[in-house]
């Protein structure tokens, strides 16, 4: 691919950069990091601008209701948005980078209809429902059940780290139709609402104070047989589709968010006296080289997504396994550059700090990533 900007491109970041400077100093104050129903208002708020300005979706397919926008224009959207400081996606986070797309692959024409539009209108939140207690990293091994009666599936299980449940209106849940069939088999993808009678939702506090999960209880739950996105007892390829998104492009921007997040731990560095220490500064050289070379690789994984079809290759677990590590060992830095400041809970990057320790579980382990880095793109063979 090409890496340089065509003149189009740039017109197009002119356009978005003065778009950003005209709508962000209305934006209301961000809301607590633990007040969800508040942050779940701003951030469909701000989902709704974009919409109405035709920035939403803005890399999904005409028929999908997104603008048909070329890989290149999403990166630059992502880089402007960041740049200029816009808030992120959010509570809008599994529909916009998990279970839209999912369904935008993998849905009916109807499906497609129903779902994809309220998205990006940011109308309706989904959360992710695949994480079982007792399963660890092992996602195959989920138990909760979907039953077959008459046009439902009767649900009836438990999952946990359910990421927004506490103000989401629909859940991308993963169930087990066939339990007689092999672990991998036997496994649907479903869309259910939240309230449905039976679901109970019980929010989990986090090391960094929120309540960004969640435990879900679900009690003979019933889901019509028409939320099942792809054939019954092929889900489990389904959820690859959305591991794939997953990995491959939700943290996209979370790597331009880092970039300037960098550049915020220099300047404080030069401020405080810290950067006269030369083995800071090589430790900060490091990891500008890092996020570069993440952002590199992140405009090759896109673009062959988009050469392939439009869905992440396993170029996403490099990305995955390399970012989860450098964000780590950037917010390291920041508490060797911010000393006993470091400390101070009431400060943004002290809580990104303990956010980040949580990035080498999420998504699927590291352990994982390199599996599937050593099994299909080295060829290595499987463990025993």
Not at 185 to 203: E, K
Not at 240 to 267: N, Q, W
Request: glycine share 10%.
């Amino acid at each position: 691919m090409d890496l340089a900007y065509t003149e189009e491109e740039e017109e197009f970041r002119a356009r978005l950069r003065e778009w950003l400077a005209s709508v962000l100093p209305g934006l209301p104050a961000k809301p607590s990091p633990d007040d969800w129903p508040a942050r779940r208002a701003y951030d469909t708020h701000w989902q709704r601008t974009l919409y109405d300005a035709g920035y939403a979706g803005l890399h999904w397919p005409p028929d999908a209701g997104g603008r048909g926008a070329t890989p290149t224009q999403h990166l630059i959207f992502l880089e402007e948005t960041e740049r200029a400081g816009a808030p992120y996606v959010g509570a809008n986070f599994v529909g916009l980078l998990h279970a839209g797309p999912t369904i935008a692959a993998e849905g009916t024409a109807a499906q497609r209809a129903r779902w994809l539009p309220p998205v990006l209108r940011g109308d309706e939140i989904w959360c992710q429902g695949f994480s079982e207690p007792d399963a660890g990293s092992d996602l195959a091994a989920l138990r909760t059940r979907a039953v077959r009666d008459g046009d439902d599936y009767v649900v009836s299980g438990s999952k946990i780290w359910t990421s927004h449940a506490e103000v989401a209106d629909w859940c991308e849940l993963l169930v087990r139709t066939d339990p007689a069939a092999p672990k991998h088999r036997g496994i649907s993808w479903l869309a259910m609402p939240m309230d449905a009678p039976g679901v109970t939702v019980r929010p989990l506090r986090t090391l960094a104070g929120s309540t960004e999960f969640a435990e879900m209880f679900l009690d003979e739950v019933r889901v019509p047989l028409s939320h099942r996105v792809g054939a019954e007892n092929d889900g489990w390829r389904v959820t690859m589709v959305t591991l794939s998104f997953e990995r491959g492009t939700a943290f996209v921007g979370e790597v331009v968010a880092c970039r300037r997040t960098l550049d915020e731990l220099a300047a404080a560095a030069r401020a405080n006296g810290r950067w006269d220490d030369p083995v800071l500064r090589r430790r900060l050289g490091g990891l500008n080289a890092e996020f570069r070379a993440l952002w590199r690789l992140t405009q090759w994984n896109v673009s062959e997504a988009q050469r392939s079809g439009g869905v992440p290759g396993t170029g996403g677990s490099v990305f995955k396994l390399r970012y989860s590590r450098a964000r780590q060992e950037l917010y390291g830095a920041a508490a060797e550059v911010l000393g006993a400041d470091g400390l101070d809970l009431d400060r943004e990057w002290v809580l990104d700090r303990l956010s980040s320790l949580s990035y080498t579980i999420a998504a699927g382990t590291s352990e994982i990533q390199r599996n599937i880095v050593a099994e299909r793109i080295l060829g290595l063979p499987k463990g025993r």
